[in-house]
């Protein structure tokens, strides 16, 4: 299981990416940081970057409003 | 979908890059430096001077090529100083000393291409103006990428080419905004003069310059602002569950693909350019539509220009559940012409809406308009009676709070029913997001000065999607900084959308809370400040500032009888769910709050009692966050700020503390 | 034609045409060209209109005005159909003995007929002429045959016969397929293979799922070049019907003809072509009532040679300065709008109906190399040339590829003139290299001349005689792409600019040495470093005229002498004694009175005067003036 922002438990399975865990969440939003244990991944490693069973992760949406 | 990666080899050196990134982002992330007198790293490549030429090798072929301008898509051998390129380097060095000898930046190039003497090139064209224009194209990509004026530019062919506005001449158009000058590498471009004198004009140019270079470089990936402006959002709130829809009893629908920003921009925005309500603004997020032919109204048949739409307007619409976009830009355009608050008329309309299907008001009421959600005619037939004063439209048109006491004054249907769907507080209709599942944006809504508008505060991601202000206290100080600073840049004329819809690059590199504020845009801001008056500004003094404002705002709605609070609780479905559809509609959430919050089994319990437990919840946790708000403010827990608040601020007049609580 | 034609109305119309032309005894054909129409070639159309009222023949001969015949050196033309006899160089006044003497009195008129300018034999028809016989015609085939703006005579010439097949019968990708079979390369100059590109066009536009565009080029800058021109003078609904299968086959639904506003003639003739296909729904939604639509707008040039160039067109289609842009990344992916755009030129659009109608087979036919299987092993079909300068039949063209250059010159061109001897040809425009006589039997085609240093380019050829400096053509040709280099990139802007100053000093006497190592040097840099190929070959002129004659540059600078007679700082004029006969044809047409002596004895030029301009030199009948 993958804790997300403290909010959202994610199943884990094996060989689960960054990629995975928002496409999940449906998290599309532009501007988001995702953070692995306070490490940061670049976008472009979204897709080869593999979540550990059990991690905590950081999705930071920067959004206020109109 | 994940962009490839693609291996080169420079110098010998193995890099990874993506695939169709510029060969000079590779050699200087490998660092090695190349000789450009025309490359900027806030602009695209021009690849004019050509002295970044490398040599590159792809499956045997050897080819040089420009490493500003050309994308890296295969496999490949690069040498940046082959003796090809050097050979070649060494010439064009030659051709630019010969032709300005003179220019700092051309000798030092030189030099480091080995060439110190251009005299083979002299010729009667050789400038020896140590300040000349190079043709390097800076200033014309920056008067087009940084602020969209497209001014500067090149005229005259070959050897006559020279940097000229249009026809040789001023233009008028022409708004001074200094990028040009900025980027020049020469000094060729003067600045003759600031016509407001700020003390440190170099210091607001520098901090413009980098949101100008964020603009044009970043907005592209991140909100596409100067594509579709505001209306990027629709469908980022559609995917969230935040979208106004049917009254804001839902955060989605199926429809929402029809109004997006892709539609917006593929099928109507006709303009991109800035409208300068911000002088000198590169994000022109304001859009327009031209010809726009008119279906009803007094205008029927006229093609006109329509100012927006922007997200609250699409947003206006949907929550009226209209999904067609004909009608959004129609209603716009009526709005506008009217003088009528988009945002007020679609909330309002919501409302009629939902209480007509309810069958709390009937087609008698509304002189025959069936207006369920997604009667977008009716919609239009009722804003243009609310235009001329007559029948429904003189009702609707007097906004939430008065059909709301009228109709419950009348004995209609259930008033607690009335209340609760009413999405109006301080009198002010919502505005177009729904803020039912972040306890944090309920209070920034409700506990705003004028009413629940947004420009307070907009806290529905940092609380309801990233958990960054989980306590009470958290909330309290994100609706302590967020309100004061919002009204600190209202205060200077200041627009709020260069300071979040766009974020700089290494923004990441902030911890969530205070990535959140955008640490170096706050600082631009603070920049602007200190360039204009002299004075330096921190987080500090600015909120001291804004405190000394936003009391004395809140004082005169306590003046005229709606900062309390009374006045800063907001209708239940701003709160959590109304209706038995509501609740049913996200079960799954709230059936999950009552077991993990409130150590509740839902499987135990009716849709009334589980309705009725959720509610009690969620209106004292919104007490709760009162209560801490006004703690963090120096309010009074009625919302009142105290004497002692006032005092601090150095606003303790009279009048004032007559106002002020103990 | 007002209503849509449907697909089998095609034949009733050829058959209607050939019926109502049947109803003549024969047709007039008169050529109305550019070049024919400078030179009266509407006038004459109308006087033979009158004449043939006044003798009542109007409903036994049909005049029909035509584009450009080819042979301009002889204009203005007029071919007597069906027996093919050709009169040449007509004057007002001779329309009245061609109707009374041929049409009237039925003997052709020998005097206004083609003579072999060696032995004076007349050559009454059009096939016995010899600047016809080497010739094969593709792009042409309609030229002199129909009247441009009448669609019905395309029609009837088999046209649209192709398109209603690709539509019927074909999926996009088999056209597409069929033209890379054919190996057709770009005739614009670049000899890229259009079934590659409108592959890859396609693929692009699928790949990205947008709009593609087609677009084509007929933006001809280069001096002395009309082929584009020609092509749509005269058979506009080839460029249109290539275009629209080109559309068809890549996925288009919108075209664009960008061509240079100093062709009036031409964009006339195009407007009212594409007005009638589109009366004819042959252009517009539903072409032939099918699912197909596609329709072209033209885009007016403003007349920079850089424009003919495929990403400066398109930025000027787009409202910019026309300037290049760096192709790393090719128009068929990102072209006009940004979107996939397949640009070709007028020529190879032209070439696309009679491939599609007689097959990829018949086309690889012509020229050289096998390329049925790879376009870039060889160059097939036919090549246009407007064949120009010092040459007996200057005109247009068109030859299969891999003749010979000497066939062309000597054979279809007539050889120079004025008893002069043959120095160079340049080929490809003003950036293509000169040629010397000692490859004259270099097969025509695009691999061989770019191996010469030279290129194709869209088919411009200028002969040169030996009364040609090799240096001052270079200069020339380089003073010509200093104006029309946009000056974006630096080596194009200032190495052109240099290497004009180091030729103009040479050709002034004023060279030193080193300036060919200086101009080597500038040349390679400005080839191998510019943006865009207008740089990338505009030293061609001077790497090859350096390599063919380098002798002349030495003796420009070594000797302050110019071998060919042509650098005026260089020369003098001298009348040679035994020579001269003291006619004084030369003392009046000398503008500045340097030439004195008394009749019938040898006269004198003071050099002090003399400008050089060469007038006594022309004007002289026993060459008794000498150029040194």
Known sequence: MIRVNDLHDVPWREGMTVQDVLDHLKYTYALITVSIGGDVIEPEHYADTPVPDGCAMTVFHLAHGG | MAPTKIDITINDKKITVLEDSMLIKAVIGAGIALPTLCYHKDLTPNGTCRLCMCEIEIKGKRRLVTACNYPVRQEMTV??????????????????????????????????????????????LTDPNPKACILCGHCVKACDEFIQERILDFAGRGILRHLTMPFGESDPHCIGCTSCAHVCPTGAIQIIDDTNHPVDPDLIRKHGMKVNAEMATLDKNQCCMREVGTANIVEVMDRYDLLPVHNYKFGQHPDTYKVDSQVLRKKYFTQNNPDGCWFGCSMSCAKAVDGFELKTGPYKGHRVTVDGPEYETVGACTNMGCFDPDFIVEFNFYCDTYGIDIISAGTGMAFVMECFEAGVITTADTGGLELKFGACAEVLECLHQMSRGEGFGVEVGQGVRFLKEKWIREGRGDARFIRDIGMEVKGLEYSEYVPKESLAQQAGYAMAVKGPQHDEAWLIFMDMVNNQIPSFEDKAEALYYFPLWRTWFGLHGLCKIVWNDVAPADNKKYAPQLAAKIPEHVDNYFKFYEGMTGEKLDEEKMLAQSARVHNLQRLMSVLFGFGTRAGDTPPYRSLGPVTEEEYLSRAERYDGQLQSVLGLDPAKMTLDEKRAALRAHRESQYQKVMDAAYARRGWSQDGIPTKARLRELGIDLPELLALAAD | MTSPISMNQLETISAGVHAEQARYRGMLMVCNGTGCVAAKGFEIKKILNDRLAEHGLQDQWLVVGTGCNGFCAVGPIVVVQPEGIFYQKLREKDVETLVVEHLVGGKPVEKLMHRNPVTGAINPKMEDIPFFTKQQLVALRNKGLIDPENLDHYIARGGYTALRRVITENQPEDVIAEITRSGLRGRGGGGFPAGVKWASGRKAMEKRGCEIYVVCNADE????????????????????????????????????????????????????????ARAAGLLGDRIFGTDFSFDIRIHRGAGAFVCGESSALMASMAGRAGEPRAKYVHNVEYGFRDKPTVLNNVETWANVPPILEKGAKWFAGMGTGDVKDNPWNGSSGTKVFSLVGKVRNTGLVEVPMGITLREIIEDVGGGVPDGRTFKAVQTGGPSGGCIPASHLDMPVDFDSLTGLGSMMGSGGMI????????????????????????????????GLYALSRILRRICDGNGVEGDLDML???????RETSLCQLGGSAPNPVLSTLKFFRDEYEAHIREKRCPAGVCKPLISYRILEPACTGCGACVKPCPTAAITGERKKTHVIDAQKCIRCGICFEVCKFHAVEVK
């Open chain 3, 520 to 526: 080597e040097a500038i040349c390679d840099t400005v």
């Open chain 3, 463 to 494: 002969v040169m005689d030996d009364r040609t400096c090799m240096v001052d053509v270079a200069r020339y040709f380089v003073d010509f792409l200093v104006d029309e280099s946009c000056g974006k990139c630096t080596p194009c802007r200032e």
């Open chain 2, 79 to 124: 040498w940046t100083n082959s003796e090809r390129v050097q050979k070649h380097r060494k010439v064009l060095a030659q051709m630019y000393l010969g032709r300005w000898p003179n220019v700092p930046v051309i000798q030092d190039v030189a030099r480091r291409c080995g060439v110190t003497d251009g005299s083979a090139f002299a010729s009667d």
């Open chain 3, 221 to 276: 800058g280069d001096p002395g070049a009309f082929m584009d021109r020609s092509i749509i003078e005269s058979d506009p609904y080839a460029v249109i019907e290539g275009m629209t299968i080109g559309a068809f086959a890549v996925g288009a639904s919108e075209g664009f003809i960008y061509i240079r506003k100093e062709y009036p003639l031409a964009l006339v003739r195009l407007n009212r072509a594409l007005d009638a």
